[in-house]
């Protein structure tokens, strides 16, 4: 048998070359198949399609404050698409859609001819699956290889997908210009509105731009967009997908009710979104999660309501606090500024720059950018309302709530008064307000003096924190509480910066960051219950699955007897102190305690205050701490305002209300000599009631008005 083959094709070498030729064209094929395979999805990787989707920000009320993203694209459910913009999509891309296996071959057939009588490649073929193939998974060269491995994707995306499911994955992938990817998000940059809210005419612009998004942007080439529109409007009603009245109406329908809509203007709260993504990129990478990728909904802390009111007072209180920080550098340090940058620089030279208009406003733009902080906690749960971390994060992302620790001044005393209520003593404990000489390591003096260089005799502890006096905080430490139970008081209330343990403590010389000092100031409005600031609530993916909640933290810092004690101090401070501005100037009238603070040479000013409800802090400075904000700018004149206004308006708008601070049972009212703040007795003129811990009420009356037998 094999010899009568091999004569055969001995006899008829033309059946060897034959079979020798399909055999390499066979082979080839083959390996040109495998060759044009290579690269391409699996069915497996086919089957699991995952948009690239932004990751949505939103606050405690559910309003958006921005998005994370590589691509801004939303997944869109096809059954939310009005069918009009499916007919459309299908009429003006590939109206055999329904009928192919993922490519058309009378439509190949054309685009060659076509390509052929023009020598180049001109027409395209493509149905809506290679387009998705296209998009998905190859680049947009323009070639045969590229459009042979399209072809093979899309047959594949076809075995592996119905064609619902392929106009949902398209209509989420496709982009719509203006940085719009997906149907839902062209609908929201085009017309402000979901894409099932759109029309007839609408769904035909959306349609449109899928040729060439740029050129027939309603925006930028309206006139180029409006024949688009109508030429979709037109295929559709050719293919009886529409009526004429239809057309007419759609077509009639002006482009000037499209309005731009900039979805890109960034994330609202800046600072705040920053701390968010910051703590958020590593926590998802170990859960294998995208956060630019995946379509997480982000639900934060936020209350955009009082984030708006924080940033609407800061920004025109530090173009004032600008102006007079300049002046004061002009006035008092000018030279010294130039002598410190150009050493050796003669008199006459720094007068003569002094006149040079172009030069000092470059000084001036280089030294004096006067800043702001403004941070917001829930005391009971430690929950971040708003912040504010500067003037303006386009142009310095430096977070002053977070990051920068800055000396706190008199806004740091509450703790200290804190720690010696802890340790039995009263807000009616005396102390002498006189000169004090301190003796440092170094073998120097320091003498500190009170903010007005005001002297007395002895003062009550409430007296000396409603008036900030220096000389009481100095002497608190002298003869209560060394600086070290100081310290530990301020480590449980929260404040883990490292603090100088010497009597400089009592004027708040060591620097403290203002969410850290606010979450202090919020353990006391917290009957002592100290909670951790967070910033995130939950995170869910786009499926609404919850894939992380926040655990919140806290801890008893404080006794509530003691927390009631200084509350009620600081009450004074904000009702009759240095904080009374509040009240009388901003119209502010809720229950609250609140002190300010003002360093040395005017370089920081805050005001801290809190109601059952809230707690905030206003920090104002300048970055570099050697240049001052100008005489007389105290926390009392340079953070009070901007915070009152804050808080009257968020009394205004409702956002916090009337609540009286909860007095616990082991605080106790007893009425004390008004001469000698001890136990009254019958004979006391002019009496007064005072707090005390039960434990440490006085039991002795007063020893100066008695009868004596």
Known sequence: MTGRITSKVGRHPWLLLALASAFFIVSSGALFLLWLSRGLPSLETLERYTPTLSSRVYDIHDNLIGEFYQERRSHVDLEKVPPELVQALIATEDRRFREHWGIDLNRIVGAIWVDLTHLSYKQGASTITQQLARNLYLNQDKNV????????????????????????????????????????????????????????????????????????????EPEAGLRRRNLVLQLMAGQDLITPDQLKQASASPLTEVSYVNNDAGLKAPYFS??????????????????????????????????????????????RQDTLARAAFLKTEWADHLRRETPGISDSRIAALRQDKAYVQEVLNSTINVQAAFVALDPHSG?????????????SEYNRATQARRQPGSAFKPILYIAALEQGYA???????????????????????????????????????????????????????????????????????????????????????????????????????????????????????????????????????????????????????????????????????????????????????????????????????????????????????????????????????????????????????????????????????????????????????????
Request: glycine fraction near 8%; proline fraction near 6%; charge should be negative.
């Open 427 to 709: 807000p009616s404990t005396r102390l002498l307000n006189q000169d004090v000489v301190v003796e440092e390591s170094d073998g120097t003096q320091w003498t500190p003096q009170n903010y007005d260089d005001s002297r007395g005799g002895l003062t009550t502890l409430r007296e000396g924190l409603r008036m900030s006096y220096n000389l009481v905080a100095v002497r608190l430490l002298m003869d209560l509480v060394p600086p070290r139970r100081v310290a530990e008081t301020a480590s449980r209330m929260g404040i883990s910066a490292p603090l100088e343990l010497n009597y400089t403590l009592a004027l708040g010389s060591s620097g403290i960051s203002p969410l850290e000092l606010t979450s202090a100031y919020a353990c006391m409005a917290n009957q002592g219950i100290w909670c951790r600031p967070f910033d995130v609530e939950s995170v869910t993916d786009s499926k609404g699955k919850l894939v992380y909640r926040n655990r919140p933290l806290s801890k008893d810092a404080l006794s509530p007897g003691v927390a009631y004690l200084i509350t009620d101090m600081l009450k004074t401070t904000i009702d009759h102190g240095t904080g009374g501005p509040a009240r009388w100037r901003y119209g502010f009238t809720l229950p609250a305690g609140g002190k300010t603070g003002t360093t040395n040479a005017y370089t920081d000013a805050w005001f801290v205050g809190y109601t059952p409800q809230l707690a905030a802090a206003v920090w104002v400075g300048n970055d570099d701490p050697r240049y001052a904000l100008g005489k007389g700018q105290s926390g009392g004149a340079a953070a009070l305002p901007p915070w009152a206004m804050v808080m009257a308006a968020a009394q205004e708008q409702g956002l916090i209300t009337a609540e009286n601070f909860q007095r616990p049972e082991s605080v106790v009212d007893v009425y004390v000599c008004s001469e000698t703040m001890e136990r009254a007795g019958a004979l006391c003129p002019s009496p007064v009631s005072e707090l005390f811990l039960r434990d440490f009420e006085p039991r002795e009356n007063c020893h100066l008005h008695k009868l004596d037998y």
């Open 145 to 220: 290889v590229r459009k042979l491995r399209e072809i093979l994707t899309a047959i594949q995306i076809e075995r592996a997908y119905s064609k619902d499911e392929i106009l949902e994955m398209y209509l989420t992938q496709t982009y719509f210009g203006h940085g719009a990817y997906g149907v839902q998000r062209a609908a929201l940059r085009y017309f402000d509105k979901d894409i099932e809210d759109c029309d007839l005419a609408e769904c035909a612009l959306l349609v449109g731009l899928l040729k060439a998004p740029g050129n027939y942007s309603p925006f930028f």
């Open 274 to 319: 920053e701390r968010v993504r910051n703590e958020l990129e590593p926590l998802l990478h170990r859960m294998d999660l995208d956060l630019y990728r995946d379509g997480l909904n982000i639900h934060t802390t936020l209350d955009l309501r009082l984030q708006e009111l924080a940033e609407k007072a800061l920004e025109p209180w530090l173009a």
């Open 383 to 395: 929950a971040i309302r708003a912040m504010v971390g500067g003037r303006d994060f386009s142009k």
